[in-house]
């Protein structure tokens, strides 16, 4: 007896002891129950598990439990993997199969075409075939052979361990055979980790040679692997790189690190004949962060090096400090917790390893109560620190403040806030002597200071239409008073690199860190506007401040607050779409309206082609360490000219002179770096060269040009 439907079609009811449950849908459906089988045509959808079957009909035998797919069959995986052909079988999971003239899609991409296959458990088995991840049709739709692929007698895809088998194989790019590999895998471009070797880079320096690195990861389990790099030069001794990754269940973490034996030439010395020593030569790194509970954590970084030039020498970093640090954090809905501890290792020529701080403990506390105090929003902060040096001034400082901030609207729309700040300080300071800066030593011994400030701000936003969009001006005063304060008494560390901006014109204290703070009264106006209108946007700031005592201040000549009026600054923000982006920073001399400061980074452009330009130029005519007046232009381009082609390139130029600098020893046009590159990249193959000058020499680091060449062949790993 047959029975037939049309439409979406439960399945029939499953034999005695069944609990598997296939839902499908077909045009038509006939069930012949004497048989025991099932056959559905017309656009036939079935799905069981998570595996699915489209064909143009489906024969299933529900006594065997074979389901025979023919025509336009297309069967997946739960995995997302698809199977074509012309004809299909499966077993009644619909997860096994054995398929004719089989093209296997993975999820990821890859491609793999074969006279016959079959697909136990998961795992695919195909003989005759060839595996590629390229297209196989150009951009017209036309039929084209794949960039590269693999031919093999046999391809085994296991998804369980994420990587494509080949037994008999041999490597074709361009339908030339190249190489022949009787055993050869890779992973399957599921983004799961599979031992094997990784992209090898090819460089070429004077300084080093010919460099081959040949990395090689292990995947230990799904939570941590480990990636050895061997380093190859034909200038100097190889090196070694290692590379350890973990994902633990309260978050991730990795350390590595990099060591050879070689020469090396201190950094205060050219490297001259007989200037270099051999020794064991290295960088160490790690970072990582821990989610202990929804409050606590913690995060560390470290990076350690044997010697000033190593990181240049070996291309790894242009870094010229390392800083090292380990926190644990208390992140709450009213209070926030930090405690920490940091050093820094300097690569800088003329900096003395002895005279940098590493602080133990640095602590950070902050209470803010969710409901208003006063009609106002309340914060207490209390901070600690302790810097010691081991040839230099030691330092330790705790302090405590409050500030109440209360924000109100007048009728005729200004807001006005009022600020009331105090706070507490202890220092106490050991060989200050040592710190070469009498500016910045304090006084020997324990000292304590006080501090308290009042401010009231008014701004008056007024808004209206213009140009299709909104503009809107907005005019700012604010009144600050603060009684004197002890200053001088108490050790610099944090409140040096003072410079007047648009970022801190308003603040209470334009001092950056706790160890200085600007006193006295003063009173500080300016004015932003803007304008929105779509796809198109604008906005600029400008601000000046006028101190209203005499007293003699403590901000160094050219930091632009050294008079009673401030200099002018300002800074203007244009975009247009994505394809515009200039931001513009400016001081201006408040006697003879010169620029002290003029910054540019302007961004034209789409992701595939843009130009970056990148311009400082600080006439300050400051002579301390931390403030040195300097004048630098950076370029930066990529041009996409085809389909998959493209070349790009940057530079740095230092463009300082003895009138900016007289300490400079640069000639007003000092390249520092440049590099150009071509790169081609498509869906299957990656290739780029580039060449790169340093102009910079420091011990054994010497300006030298460097050409990278790379070749990825993706989802294959070599």
Wanted: with cysteine; net charge neutral.
């Amino acid at each position: 007896m047959a029975q037939t439907a049309t439409g979406d079609n439960p399945a029939p009811a499953p034999a005695e002891g069944e609990s598997r449950v296939i839902d499908f849908k077909a045009d038509k459906l006939d069930y012949d129950s004497e048989a025991e089988t099932v056959v559905a045509s017309g656009n036939v959808r079935m799905m069981s598990e998570g595996n699915r079957v489209r064909a143009d009909q489906v024969s299933w035998d529900r006594t065997t439990g074979r389901v025979i797919a023919t025509g336009n069959v297309a069967a997946t995986t739960a995995e997302g993997d698809t199977a074509y052909g012309d004809r299909v079988e499966l077993t009644d999971t619909l997860r096994d199969a054995v398929v004719d003239n089989i093209l296997l899609v993975l999820e990821r991409g890859g491609r793999i075409a074969a006279r016959s296959g079959s697909r136990t458990d998961g795992r695919t088995v195909l003989s005759h075939a060839v595996y590629s991840p390229c297209d196989v049709v150009n951009s017209d739709g036309c039929p084209t052979t794949p960039l590269w692929q693999v031919k093999a007698v046999e391809v085994v895809h296991d998804p369980s361990r994420h990587r494509i088998f080949y037994r008999d194989a041999r490597m074709e790019i361009l339908g030339v055979p190249l190489i022949w590999l009787p055993r050869m895998s890779h992973p399957d471009g599921s983004g799961a980790s599979g031992s094997g070797l990784l992209v090898p880079d090819v460089r070429i320096s004077r300084v080093n040679g010919v460099e081959l690195s040949f990395p090689y990861y292990l995947s230990l389990s799904q939570s941590h692997d480990l990636t050895v790099t061997p380093h190859v030069y034909t200038e100097v001794l190889p090196a070694l790189e290692v590379e350890y990754r973990r994902m633990t269940s309260m978050g991730p973490f990795k350390i590595g690190g990099i060591g050879t034996y070689g020469s090396r030439v201190p950094a205060s010395e050219l490297p001259l004949p007989g200037a270099s020593e051999r020794d064991l030569r290295g960088y160490v790194y790690g970072n990582g962060r821990f989610q202990f509970d929804p409050l606590w954590r913690m995060s560390f970084s470290g990076r350690v090096t044997t010697d000033d030039t190593f990181l240049r020498r070996y291309d790894i970093s242009r870094d010229d400090r390392l800083r090292s640090f380990a926190e644990v954090e208390r992140i709450g809905l009213e209070s926030y917790l930090s405690i920490a501890g940091w050093a820094v290792q300097s690569l800088r020529t003329n900096d003395d390893q002895g005279q940098q701080p590493f602080a133990l403990p640095a602590i950070d506390y902050r209470w803010q109560p969710s409901s208003p105090v006063a009609g106002g929003r309340l914060e207490v902060h209390a901070n600690s620190l302790s810097l010691v040096r081991t040839d230099g001034q030691d330092t330790r400082r705790a302090l405590a403040s409050v500030q109440w901030d209360m924000r109100k609207y007048t009728p005729m729309g200004q807001v006005v806030t009022l600020t009331g700040f105090a706070r507490g300080d202890v220092y106490q300071t050991e060989q200050s002597a040592l710190t070469a800066n009498a500016l910045y030593r304090g006084e020997e011994g324990w000292q304590t200071r006080g501090i308290a400030a009042a401010a009231v701000d008014i701004s008056w936003p007024l808004a209206g239409p213009a140009l299709g969009g909104i503009q809107t001006l907005t005019p700012r005063i604010q009144f600050v008073g603060s009684p004197g304060t002890s200053n001088l008494s108490i050790p610099n560390e944090d409140s040096r690199a003072v410079d007047l901006e648009d970022s801190n014109l308003f603040a209470l204290n334009r001092f950056p860190g706790y160890d200085r703070w600007e006193d006295g009264s003063r009173v500080t106006w300016g004015a932003e506007w803007s304008l929105n209108v779509p796809g198109f946007s604008v906005r600029s700031v400008v601000g000046q401040s006028y101190r209203l005592t005499d007293k003699p201040s403590l901000f160094p000549q050219g930091t632009g607050l050294t008079d009673r009026f401030s200099d002018f600054v300002g800074r203007t923000t244009f975009r247009w779409r994505d394809y515009v982006s200039i931001i513009h920073r400016f001081r201006l001399d408040k006697d003879n309206l010169a620029l002290r400061r003029n910054e540019i980074n302007a961004t034209v452009g789409t992701r595939q082609t843009y130009v970056t330009v990148g311009y400082l130029r600080l006439d300050r005519n400051i002579l301390l360490e931390d403030l040195g007046d300097r004048e630098e232009i950076r370029l930066g381009a990529r041009w996409r000219f085809a389909r998959y082609w493209s070349v790009y390139g940057s530079t740095i130029v230092d463009l300082t002179s003895r009138r900016e600098d007289p300490l400079t020893i640069a000639d007003g046009f000092e390249p520092i770096r440049h590099r150009v590159g071509l790169a081609y990249e498509d869906e299957c193959f990656e290739f780029g060269v580039t060449w790169r000058r340093d102009y910079v020499t420091t011990g054994d680091a010497r300006r030298a040009n460097t050409y990278l060449f790379r070749i990825a062949l993706k989802n294959l790993g070599y």
